[in-house]
């Protein structure tokens, strides 16, 4: 009781107790066979994609020269699914099932009736998609090899990355669920999320729109996810990959702690 | 009395069953229910009510014996029956994402009114249910009360001959369902034949002209409140309550016996039925008996209800 | 009694109306701009790095797709938790039901608020397409026929699916495992010549492939792969069972 009460007063993120929003998220996992396999099968739109765009579209387009280097359509466009997979998997949980879970389920007010703070909601809910995110990853790079669409060094390599971008995704999703007013909200996030899905170096290098698209381009996030991930991928290893880097590390932060702000106004009323 | 009167019954059943698969939810009863008569189904949860009511609006088949809705046949003429029904469900389901307004008007069109039409009645319903202040704002917000006045007039859109109502103030506080009884008083006085469930005693003998008691699928007791009362139960009925109560109340019942028509120990009390109250009580201080508390009361259908469906009220 | 004045699929159809005056706005970006973002990525981006196909450009080929497959997703879409949620949490349909609308009534009333949904989003589409000079036959004008069929096609086996389920997470797994791959390999970006041979029964049984190409024949001026009878033949036959099989469990569950 007397270590409850100190700890209250410590201005600190305690490991456990974000452990304790993972484990209940790890719990809720027994709820149904239908959630598992939602939750398990989320490497497989990507994997969809590669296919149809990647080999499918892929046959007809041929070999594509990128900055001199020349490769194939699917091995261009591969590293671009891994990044979305990263993307989508860290954004379908802070967004879809943290929003619920503010608002509906009530779920954190339970949580906060306890020791556990709104900063230790938001790094337990932020490591848990990112575990989720990069699962994807995980199994996505797997298959890429598979394909020979990556060497093994060059997946060693992007992983971490797939990482980070997960990471940055994830916090800046739990800021946007923090701001969402209903659930028709979600319809304008997925529309932009799709936009940024097709116009991000994803299915065809950027230099190929008119200029002031390719300067809007750049500023959007998944653009930086795209280029990290496809420089890693392939081993073209240059500065501009420390740039994309910092841009989402910028991300994480900006977005914890803006969702850690928010979290305490809805939530310590 | 009037509804004895042979004029041709809006609702007649006879032998009516109801199964789901090994269950049998409703056991053969019989039902007659006349024009401006309010009828009342009472019975504890799980005795068939529902199920019944469910046959009567013409949204479950029974699965045996007879019954005529509106002189219909409810499986052949289901349609044309539930044009002439009002229906106020259990379960709230209005339109969370129409106006109050919106939920009557989109309603009257079900039943193929013009819009105009539809309109004039949302505003004059709006009026009787005192909602037309809030005709605008979505249902959501609304009170528990507010949300079931509107489904009661959203059941009157079509000027229904029955209004079906199930369960109409379950869940509400005192004050709404004092006015919702108020309104609902003022539609049977319009003349409207009245169907209804409830499980509470005092909506029933607020409401009903006539009411069956259902227990296990099956009808136990029918008349009017006061005939069921001075049928199953005596005038007055006298609360005791011991200072050493609790455990020896059944004690206590049994030096009581022989005083009033019938003793009843319960765990806080003990009932004592008896047409004359006042002398039942001299009768037990007569014993040398002191209780903490006496309370000398009417008889209600709640006194019926208990006797007729046993102590154990399952809710 | 005041009766028959307006058929009860109309007075369904009237409620979703209703209901979409007030949400049309956030269905402005999912069912005019995408498609039409899809068909620059695709079509601009990527288009750029392809020749020709079947003799026209890229682009060219691919409107016709998009715009089969938005009808097809807009179907699919809005046949599911706005079904399931009638059902469910606001039981519309059961207030409904102790109305004069029978069942049939509350199917034929969504398919044809889906039909106005489909319509204005492909007649909004084909007008843009009109401007990147992508349609190359005044056939084209037969294409919202098409997706009308295609929506019906469609919209009647989910909303079945719908009325039979208990948990919305089923719709997760429409979506990853039917609807995203009928999209993608339902000829829309590629020829289905290009798949597998063991795949490529799967395609002509989507109602989506005989769509696209029904389209593609349209805005391009050419014979479609089969005859037309066959394409129009085959969505009828998912049309017709998908209506009986929704009418149905619509019944069904109402029935209880």
Redesign the interface.
Known sequence: MMTTLVARRVARVSPARVGAVIGRNVGALRSGPAYWIVLVSGFFEPLLYLLSIGVGVGALVGDLTVAGRTMSYAAFVAPAMLAVSAMSGALSETTFNVFFKLKYMKTYEAVLATPVRPVEIAFGELVWATVRGSLYTGIFLGIMVALGLATVGGALAAFPATVLVSLAFGAVGLAISTLMRGWQDFDLMTTGQFALFLFSGTFSPVQNYPVWMEVLIQVTPLYHAVELVRGLCLSTYEPGLAGHAAYLIAMVTAGLWFAARRMEKLLCR | MSWHVAEQPLIFARDLVKRFGDFTAVKGIDVEVAPGEAFGFLGPNGAGKSSTMRMISCVSAPTSGELRILGMDPVRDGTRIRARLGVCPQLDNLDPDLSVRENLTTYARYFGLSRAEGRRRADELLEFVQLSDRAGSMVEPLSGGMKRRLTIARAMINEPDIVLLDEPTTGLDPQARHLLWERLFRLKQRGTTLVLTTHYMDEAEQLCDRLVVMDGGKIVAEGSPRSLIETYSTAEVVELRFPDGLDSNADYAAKLDGIGERVDPLPDRVLLYADDGDAAVAAVHGRGLVPSSVLVRRATLEDVFLHLTGRTLVD | ??????H?S???L??HL??YR??W???V??SF??PV??V???G???G???GS?QGVD?LSWIVPGVVASTAFQMAVGESTYSVLGDFKW???Y?????????PDDIVTGHLLYLLFRVTTAVLAFLLVVLFFDALHSPWAVTIPLVCALLTVATAAPVMAFAASIE?D??F??LF??VM??AA??SGV??PIE??PALVRPVAYVSPLWHSVELCRSATLGIAPPWPIAAHVGCLLLWALAGTAMAAYRFRRR???
């Open positions: 009694m005041a009766m028959g004045t307006v009860p109309i007075a369904v009237e409620r209703t209901l007030r949400l706005r956030a269905s970006f999912s701009v995408l973002l899809f620059i990525s695709m601009m981006g990527v750029g790095y392809i196909v890229y606001v039981r519309a059961h207030a409904m039901r102790a109305t004069p609308v029978r948990h997470s089923h997760a797994l990853r495992f995203i791959p993608l390999f970006f590629f290009q798949l109402l029935e209880d």
